[in-house]
C-alpha cells in the first residue's frame, strides 16, 4: 500500500482526471434532480387543482427539495482529493490500468460498503471514488494510521494484529484445505487457524459489496503475509446473507498472493486480472450450504 518510489506522471494525470471528470458528474447529476423536482412539483400542483383530495393522497408526504446554492457545489471530501493528489508528489503503488478494475466496480456499486486491507497512499482516493459510502481501512502499522490520521481525519481506519508469518504460508495453505477452513462461517467463531479473529466487530457484521486486499506486509520472510487477509476476505464474501462481493488481490505476481487467491477465492469466481491485480466475484453460500467450496 506504500510505495517507496514515486509512481509515474500519467498516473497522477490520471488520478485527476477521474477526480475533475466525477466533480462534473456530480454537478450534472445535481442540476438534473434540481430540474426534475421542479417539473414533478408543477405536475403535482396541476394535478392537485384538478383531483379530489383522498385520505391516501401522496399530498400528505413531504416531497425533498434542495433549494441550498450547497446543491451545486462541489463535496468537500473530493475538493480535498482533487487538491491533494494534483499537489503531492506520491501516487498510488498500483498502476492507471489496476485502479481502472476496482473503480468500475465502484461506479457501478457506490456509496456501498468497501472494506481495505491496508492504509496507503491510495486510501484518499478509495474514500472518494465511494463517495458516499462506508470505507474502512486495517492496517498493521500503529505509527503509520495516527501520520494519515493527522493529514486525512475523515479516513475510517482501524489496527489489525497478524499472527502469521510468510514462512509459514506452506503450512497454512495445506491446514486451510480441511474442513473447519471449508465450512461456511462467521470467521470470528471459526476454528480454521487461517480466520482473523481479532478484527473490530463491526467488520464481521458489516455486509461488505467490495475487498481490497493490498496488506499486510509480505515481501520477507518474517512479515505477516496476506494468507489470512485473502481467506477472511473470501469467507466474509461466502457468509454473506445473499448476494456476491467483489474481492480484489494485489501483488499477486508474488508466490503467496498468487497461490491463497486461487485456492481460497477460486480461479472459477475469478473476473480478470490485470497487471498484479485479479479480480474475484463471490457469491454467498448462506442460501445453500451444499455448494462446494470453489465452483
Same mark, same amino acid.
Given at each position: 500500500?506504500?510505495?517507496?518510489?514515486?509512481?509515474? /506522471?500519467?498516473?497522477?494525470?490520471?488520478?485527476?482526471?477521474?477526480?475533475i471528470?466525477?466533480?462534473?458528474?456530480?454537478m450534472?447529476?445535481?442540476?438534473?434532480?434540481?430540474?426534475n423536482?421542479?417539473?414533478?412539483?408543477?405536475?403535482?400542483s396541476i394535478?392537485h387543482?384538478?383531483?379530489?383530495?383522498?385520505?391516501?393522497?401522496?399530498?400528505?408526504? $413531504? +416531497?425533498?427539495?434542495?433549494?441550498s %446554492?450547497?446543491?451545486?457545489?462541489?463535496?468537500?471530501?473530493?475538493?480535498?482529493?482533487?487538491?491533494?493528489?494534483?499537489?503531492?508528489?506520491i +501516487? %498510488?503503488?498500483?498502476? /492507471?490500468?489496476?485502479?481502472?478494475?476496482t473503480?468500475?466496480?465502484?461506479?457501478?456499486?457506490?456509496?456501498c460498503?468497501? /472494506?481495505v486491507?491496508?492504509?496507503?497512499?491510495d486510501?484518499?482516493?478509495?474514500?472518494?471514488?465511494?463517495?458516499?459510502?462506508? +470505507?474502512?481501512? /486495517?492496517?498493521?502499522?500503529e505509527?503509520?494510521?495516527?501520520?494519515? $490520521?493527522?493529514?486525512f481525519?475523515?479516513?475510517e481506519?482501524?489496527?489489525?494484529?497478524?499472527?502469521?508469518?510468510?514462512?509459514?504460508?506452506?503450512?497454512?495453505?495445506?491446514?486451510?484445505?480441511?474442513?473447519?477452513?471449508?465450512?461456511?462461517?462467521?470467521?470470528?467463531?471459526?476454528?480454521?487457524?487461517?480466520?482473523?479473529?481479532?478484527?473490530?466487530?463491526?467488520?464481521?457484521?458489516?455486509?461488505?459489496?467490495?475487498?481490497?486486499? @493490498?496488506?499486510?506486509?509480505?515481501?520477507?520472510? @518474517?512479515?505477516p503475509?496476506?494468507?489470512?487477509a485473502?481467506?477472511?476476505?473470501?469467507?466474509?464474501?461466502?457468509?454473506?446473507?445473499?448476494?456476491? +462481493?467483489?474481492?480484489?488481490?494485489?501483488?499477486?505476481?508474488?508466490?503467496?498472493?498468487?497461490?491463497?487467491?486461487?485456492e481460497?477465492?477460486? @480461479?472459477g469466481?475469478?473476473?480478470?486480472?490485470?497487471?498484479?491485480?485479479?479480480?474475484?466475484?463471490?457469491?454467498?453460500?448462506?442460501?445453500?450450504l @451444499?455448494?462446494?467450496?470453489?465452483?
Amino acid at each position: 500500500m506504500r510505495p517507496k518510489t514515486q509512481s509515474s /506522471l500519467s498516473l497522477k494525470l490520471l488520478l485527476i482526471c477521474v477526480f475533475i471528470a466525477f466533480l462534473l458528474l456530480f454537478m450534472l447529476r445535481s442540476r438534473l434532480v434540481s430540474s426534475n423536482e421542479s417539473t414533478t412539483s408543477s405536475a403535482s400542483s396541476i394535478s392537485h387543482a384538478l383531483l379530489p383530495r383522498s385520505s391516501s393522497s401522496s399530498g400528505d408526504k $413531504k +416531497t425533498r427539495t434542495c433549494s441550498s %446554492p450547497q446543491c451545486n457545489k462541489i463535496p468537500s471530501s473530493v475538493a480535498n482529493s482533487l487538491i491533494h493528489y494534483t499537489t503531492s508528489t506520491i +501516487t %498510488p503503488q498500483q498502476t /492507471l490500468k489496476e485502479i481502472s478494475v476496482t473503480s468500475k466496480i465502484l461506479d457501478k456499486k457506490s456509496p456501498c460498503n468497501f /472494506l481495505v486491507f491496508g492504509l496507503g497512499h491510495d486510501s484518499l482516493m478509495w474514500h472518494t471514488l465511494n463517495f458516499g459510502g462506508r +470505507t474502512i481501512f /486495517l492496517e498493521e502499522d500503529e505509527t503509520w494510521i495516527e501520520q494519515i $490520521k493527522k493529514r486525512f481525519p475523515m479516513l475510517e481506519s482501524y489496527h489489525v494484529t497478524y499472527d502469521s508469518k510468510v514462512n509459514e504460508a506452506n503450512v497454512l495453505i495445506e491446514a486451510g484445505k480441511g474442513p473447519e477452513c471449508t465450512a461456511i462461517a462467521d470467521p470470528r467463531y471459526s476454528m480454521c487457524q487461517l480466520a482473523l479473529k481479532g478484527l473490530p466487530s463491526e467488520i464481521y457484521d458489516i455486509k461488505w459489496d467490495l475487498i481490497m486486499v @493490498d496488506a499486510p506486509t509480505g515481501y520477507y520472510e @518474517d512479515a505477516p503475509g496476506r494468507m489470512t487477509a485473502i481467506y477472511t476476505a473470501g469467507m466474509m464474501a461466502r457468509n454473506k446473507e445473499n448476494g456476491e +462481493t467483489h474481492v480484489f488481490v494485489h501483488d499477486v505476481n508474488r508466490n503467496i498472493e498468487d497461490k491463497f487467491s486461487r485456492e481460497f477465492l477460486c @480461479d472459477g469466481y475469478m473476473k480478470k486480472q490485470v497487471g498484479r491485480l485479479r479480480h474475484f466475484t463471490i457469491p454467498s453460500h448462506k442460501s445453500n450450504l @451444499d455448494m462446494p467450496f470453489c465452483p
